[in-house]
Protein backbone atom coordinates (compact mmCIF):
# COMPACT_ATOMS: atom_id res chain seq x y z
CA UNK A 1 0.00 0.00 0.00
CA UNK A 2 1.44 3.18 -1.17
CA UNK A 3 0.10 7.12 -0.53
CA UNK A 4 1.26 8.95 -3.69
CA UNK A 5 0.28 13.07 -3.07
CA UNK A 6 3.41 14.22 -4.32
CA UNK A 7 1.13 17.23 -6.18
CA UNK A 8 -0.99 17.99 -3.17
CA UNK A 9 1.40 21.29 -2.29
CA UNK A 10 -1.86 22.92 -0.49
CA UNK A 11 -2.29 20.05 1.65
CA UNK A 12 -1.69 21.46 5.75
CA UNK A 13 -1.99 17.96 7.38
CA UNK A 14 -3.01 14.44 7.00
CA UNK A 15 -5.34 12.76 9.04
CA UNK A 16 -4.27 11.29 12.60
CA UNK A 17 -5.97 8.00 11.52
CA UNK A 18 -2.75 7.48 8.87
CA UNK A 19 -0.86 5.63 11.93
CA UNK A 20 -3.32 3.19 11.94
CA UNK A 21 -2.53 1.85 8.18
CA UNK A 22 0.10 -0.65 9.11
CA UNK A 23 0.55 -1.67 5.86
CA UNK A 24 1.60 1.49 4.30
CA UNK A 25 5.09 1.02 3.08
CA UNK A 26 5.40 4.55 1.21
CA UNK A 27 3.77 8.56 1.97
CA UNK A 28 5.37 10.96 -0.92
CA UNK A 29 4.38 13.46 1.76
CA UNK A 30 3.65 13.04 5.06
CA UNK A 31 2.67 16.37 6.70
CA UNK A 32 2.64 17.01 10.04
CA UNK A 33 -0.16 19.35 11.66
CA UNK A 34 1.60 21.92 13.82
CA UNK A 35 -0.69 21.66 16.70
CA UNK A 36 -3.90 20.62 15.06
CA UNK A 37 -6.32 17.69 16.73
CA UNK A 38 -6.78 16.60 13.90
CA UNK A 39 -3.42 15.78 12.05
CA UNK A 40 -1.10 13.87 12.29
CA UNK A 41 1.76 14.04 14.63
CA UNK A 42 5.88 12.29 14.36
CA UNK A 43 4.12 9.57 17.04
CA UNK A 44 1.74 8.52 13.93
CA UNK A 45 4.58 6.65 12.43
CA UNK A 46 5.32 4.45 15.28
CA UNK A 47 3.16 1.84 13.81
CA UNK A 48 3.99 2.14 10.14
CA UNK A 49 6.97 -0.81 10.59
CA UNK A 50 6.78 -1.53 6.64
CA UNK A 51 7.39 2.06 5.29
CA UNK A 52 10.02 1.94 2.54
CA UNK A 53 9.85 5.80 1.23
CA UNK A 54 8.32 8.32 3.66
CA UNK A 55 9.25 12.39 2.75
CA UNK A 56 8.56 14.12 6.06
CA UNK A 57 7.11 17.69 5.80
CA UNK A 58 6.35 20.15 8.96
CA UNK A 59 9.23 19.03 10.78
CA UNK A 60 9.56 22.98 11.59
CA UNK A 61 6.51 23.25 13.36
CA UNK A 62 7.35 20.38 16.44
CA UNK A 63 9.01 21.27 19.56
CA UNK A 64 8.58 18.47 21.23
CA UNK A 65 11.29 15.76 21.35
CA UNK A 66 9.70 13.40 23.14
CA UNK A 67 7.09 13.19 19.83
CA UNK A 68 10.04 12.46 17.48
CA UNK A 69 11.39 9.90 19.43
CA UNK A 70 8.03 7.91 20.02
CA UNK A 71 8.34 7.92 15.86
CA UNK A 72 10.43 5.07 16.31
CA UNK A 73 12.66 5.86 13.00
CA UNK A 74 15.10 3.44 14.56
CA UNK A 75 13.60 0.13 14.60
CA UNK A 76 12.29 0.81 10.85
CA UNK A 77 14.45 -1.80 9.19
CA UNK A 78 12.50 -1.25 5.79
CA UNK A 79 12.76 2.17 5.64
CA UNK A 80 15.62 2.75 2.59
CA UNK A 81 14.15 6.80 1.66
CA UNK A 82 13.95 9.10 4.10
CA UNK A 83 13.28 13.10 3.40
CA UNK A 84 12.83 15.66 6.64
CA UNK A 85 11.84 19.18 5.87
CA UNK A 86 12.17 21.49 8.34
CA UNK A 87 9.62 23.94 6.96
CA UNK A 88 6.88 25.08 9.18
CA UNK A 89 3.21 24.36 6.93
CA UNK A 90 1.07 25.49 9.86
CA UNK A 91 -2.36 28.17 8.65
CA UNK A 92 -0.57 31.32 7.40
CA UNK A 93 2.77 32.49 5.32
CA UNK A 94 4.52 29.75 5.75
CA UNK A 95 7.76 31.43 6.05
CA UNK A 96 6.27 33.40 9.31
CA UNK A 97 3.40 31.05 10.82
CA UNK A 98 4.00 29.28 14.17
CA UNK A 99 7.95 30.12 14.79
CA UNK A 100 9.71 28.46 17.90
CA UNK A 101 11.48 31.00 19.73
CA UNK A 102 14.64 28.80 19.86
CA UNK A 103 14.24 27.36 16.30
CA UNK A 104 18.20 26.48 15.97
CA UNK A 105 18.59 24.57 19.08
CA UNK A 106 15.34 23.24 18.78
CA UNK A 107 15.87 21.76 15.30
CA UNK A 108 19.41 19.80 16.47
CA UNK A 109 17.42 18.62 19.50
CA UNK A 110 14.44 17.26 17.61
CA UNK A 111 16.79 15.83 14.76
CA UNK A 112 18.90 14.00 17.37
CA UNK A 113 15.60 12.73 19.01
CA UNK A 114 14.55 11.07 15.34
CA UNK A 115 17.39 8.81 15.48
CA UNK A 116 18.50 7.04 12.16
CA UNK A 117 16.42 4.11 10.24
CA UNK A 118 19.59 1.08 10.51
CA UNK A 119 19.45 -0.09 6.25
CA UNK A 120 18.86 4.07 5.12
CA UNK A 121 20.17 4.54 1.55
CA UNK A 122 19.02 7.69 0.47
CA UNK A 123 18.76 10.33 2.71
CA UNK A 124 17.78 14.19 2.06
CA UNK A 125 17.71 16.90 5.06
CA UNK A 126 16.21 20.48 3.69
CA UNK A 127 15.59 23.87 5.72
CA UNK A 128 17.22 22.72 8.86
CA UNK A 129 18.07 25.78 10.95
CA UNK A 130 20.58 24.41 13.58
CA UNK A 131 23.89 25.74 13.54
CA UNK A 132 25.48 22.44 13.67
CA UNK A 133 24.76 18.96 13.49
CA UNK A 134 23.00 18.83 10.51
CA UNK A 135 23.61 15.60 10.25
CA UNK A 136 24.22 14.37 13.78
CA UNK A 137 26.87 12.49 15.05
CA UNK A 138 24.88 9.47 16.23
CA UNK A 139 23.58 9.43 12.72
CA UNK A 140 26.82 9.26 10.83
CA UNK A 141 27.75 6.11 12.81
CA UNK A 142 24.62 4.68 12.30
CA UNK A 143 24.35 5.30 8.76
CA UNK A 144 26.74 2.19 7.12
CA UNK A 145 24.33 2.04 4.35
CA UNK A 146 23.78 5.48 3.04
CA UNK A 147 24.56 5.82 -0.42
CA UNK A 148 22.66 9.32 -1.07
CA UNK A 149 22.54 12.33 0.83
CA UNK A 150 21.34 16.10 -0.01
CA UNK A 151 21.94 18.75 2.51
CA UNK A 152 19.87 21.72 0.94
CA UNK A 153 18.98 25.47 2.31
CA UNK A 154 20.40 24.51 5.98
CA UNK A 155 20.93 28.21 6.38
CA UNK A 156 22.01 28.44 9.84
CA UNK A 157 24.77 25.46 9.40
CA UNK A 158 28.10 27.56 9.70
CA UNK A 159 30.13 23.36 9.47
CA UNK A 160 30.00 20.63 7.13
CA UNK A 161 29.53 17.54 9.18
CA UNK A 162 32.05 14.52 9.19
CA UNK A 163 30.42 13.06 6.31
CA UNK A 164 34.03 11.50 5.45
CA UNK A 165 33.40 8.70 7.84
CA UNK A 166 30.26 7.06 5.69
CA UNK A 167 31.34 4.18 4.46
CA UNK A 168 29.02 3.56 1.40
CA UNK A 169 28.21 6.93 0.70
CA UNK A 170 28.65 7.74 -3.22
CA UNK A 171 26.46 10.94 -4.08
CA UNK A 172 26.71 14.04 -2.07
CA UNK A 173 25.13 17.15 -2.96
CA UNK A 174 25.50 20.43 -0.57
CA UNK A 175 23.36 23.24 -1.95
CA UNK A 176 22.69 26.70 -0.10
CA UNK A 177 24.07 26.15 2.90
CA UNK A 178 24.43 30.04 3.34
CA UNK A 179 26.49 30.39 6.32
CA UNK A 180 29.44 28.33 5.20
CA UNK A 181 32.44 30.58 4.44
CA UNK A 182 35.00 27.08 4.90
CA UNK A 183 35.10 23.47 4.04
CA UNK A 184 38.01 21.82 6.47
CA UNK A 185 39.55 18.58 7.53
CA UNK A 186 36.37 18.53 9.86
CA UNK A 187 34.48 17.40 6.59
CA UNK A 188 36.40 14.17 6.24
CA UNK A 189 35.67 12.80 9.60
CA UNK A 190 39.28 12.04 10.17
CA UNK A 191 40.63 12.45 13.62
CA UNK A 192 43.71 14.82 14.03
CA UNK A 193 45.53 12.29 16.14
CA UNK A 194 45.74 8.74 13.61
CA UNK A 195 49.35 7.62 15.35
CA UNK A 196 50.79 7.62 11.54
CA UNK A 197 48.12 5.24 10.69
CA UNK A 198 46.57 4.93 6.61
CA UNK A 199 43.15 6.49 6.35
CA UNK A 200 40.11 6.59 4.08
CA UNK A 201 37.63 9.52 3.91
CA UNK A 202 34.94 9.53 1.43
CA UNK A 203 35.88 5.79 0.17
CA UNK A 204 32.99 4.98 -2.18
CA UNK A 205 32.25 8.73 -2.88
CA UNK A 206 31.80 8.66 -7.11
CA UNK A 207 29.59 12.10 -7.26
CA UNK A 208 30.13 15.85 -5.67
CA UNK A 209 28.06 18.58 -6.21
CA UNK A 210 28.36 21.80 -4.36
CA UNK A 211 26.64 24.88 -5.55
CA UNK A 212 25.09 28.33 -4.25
CA UNK A 213 27.37 28.31 -1.37
CA UNK A 214 27.65 31.94 -1.55
CA UNK A 215 29.71 32.51 1.34
CA UNK A 216 31.98 29.97 0.78
CA UNK A 217 35.55 31.20 0.20
CA UNK A 218 37.98 28.49 1.16
CA UNK A 219 38.93 24.66 1.03
CA UNK A 220 41.72 23.64 2.49
CA UNK A 221 42.05 20.62 5.00
CA UNK A 222 45.16 22.22 6.31
CA UNK A 223 47.62 20.18 8.09
CA UNK A 224 46.27 19.49 11.01
CA UNK A 225 45.90 15.34 10.39
CA UNK A 226 48.83 13.32 10.70
CA UNK A 227 49.34 10.16 9.08
CA UNK A 228 49.01 8.87 5.56
CA UNK A 229 44.75 9.96 4.50
CA UNK A 230 43.41 8.89 1.25
CA UNK A 231 40.90 11.06 0.26
CA UNK A 232 37.68 10.20 -2.51
CA UNK A 233 40.01 7.24 -4.66
CA UNK A 234 36.63 6.52 -6.59
CA UNK A 235 35.68 10.20 -6.97
CA UNK A 236 34.61 10.32 -10.78
CA UNK A 237 32.09 13.77 -11.32
CA UNK A 238 32.77 16.99 -9.44
CA UNK A 239 30.20 19.66 -10.01
CA UNK A 240 31.01 23.07 -8.49
CA UNK A 241 28.62 26.22 -8.92
CA UNK A 242 27.45 29.47 -7.80
CA UNK A 243 29.90 29.38 -5.41
CA UNK A 244 31.01 33.23 -6.03
CA UNK A 245 33.82 33.81 -3.42
CA UNK A 246 35.45 30.46 -3.72
CA UNK A 247 39.22 30.99 -4.42
CA UNK A 248 40.41 27.08 -4.81
CA UNK A 249 39.92 23.76 -4.00
CA UNK A 250 42.13 20.85 -2.39
CA UNK A 251 45.19 19.65 -5.41
CA UNK A 252 43.78 16.15 -4.53
CA UNK A 253 40.30 16.94 -5.97
CA UNK A 254 41.89 18.43 -9.49
CA UNK A 255 44.85 15.62 -9.91
CA UNK A 256 42.52 12.44 -9.36
CA UNK A 257 42.84 10.43 -12.07
CA UNK A 258 39.52 8.57 -11.65
CA UNK A 259 38.32 12.14 -12.24
CA UNK A 260 35.90 11.70 -15.58
CA UNK A 261 33.93 15.14 -15.35
CA UNK A 262 34.34 18.24 -13.90
CA UNK A 263 31.78 21.15 -14.23
CA UNK A 264 32.81 24.64 -12.75
CA UNK A 265 30.24 27.35 -13.40
CA UNK A 266 28.96 30.71 -11.33
CA UNK A 267 32.36 30.53 -9.75
CA UNK A 268 34.51 33.12 -11.31
CA UNK A 269 37.37 33.51 -9.24
CA UNK A 270 37.94 29.75 -9.15
CA UNK A 271 37.04 29.69 -12.80
CA UNK A 272 40.31 31.91 -13.73
CA UNK A 273 42.52 29.06 -12.13
CA UNK A 274 40.73 26.29 -14.29
CA UNK A 275 41.35 27.61 -17.93
CA UNK A 276 42.42 25.81 -20.55
CA UNK A 277 46.59 26.55 -20.77
CA UNK A 278 46.60 29.64 -18.86
CA UNK A 279 45.44 28.43 -15.41
CA UNK A 280 47.31 28.08 -12.69
CA UNK A 281 45.20 25.01 -11.61
CA UNK A 282 45.01 23.82 -15.23
CA UNK A 283 47.65 21.56 -14.75
CA UNK A 284 46.42 19.89 -12.29
CA UNK A 285 43.29 18.65 -14.28
CA UNK A 286 43.87 18.98 -17.74
CA UNK A 287 44.06 14.65 -17.69
CA UNK A 288 39.96 15.28 -17.20
CA UNK A 289 38.26 13.88 -19.74
CA UNK A 290 35.06 16.08 -19.97
CA UNK A 291 35.93 19.91 -18.56
CA UNK A 292 32.91 22.17 -18.74
CA UNK A 293 34.02 25.68 -17.56
CA UNK A 294 31.15 28.55 -18.04
Not at 97 to 108: L, M, Q, S, T
Not at 200 to 209: E, M, Q, S, T, Y
Request: proline share 4%; charged share 30%.
Amino acid sequence: MYLDNRWTHSLRFLSVGIGELIRLRGVSRFVLGGGNDRACGLESLKKLNLLRACSIYGLGGVSDGGKAAKAELEKKKYLFYLRLRFDDLRDGDEEQAGRRENEEDEDERLLDALGPPPNLKNLAIRKYRGRRNVVPRNWVMSLTNLRALVLKNCRNCEHLPPLGKLPSLEDLEVCRMESVKRVGHEFLGVESDTDGSSVIAFPKLKHLKFYDMEELEEWDYGTAIKGEIIIMPRLSFLEIGGCRKLKALPDHLLQKTTLQRLDIHGCPIFEQRCRKETGANWPMLRHTPDIFID
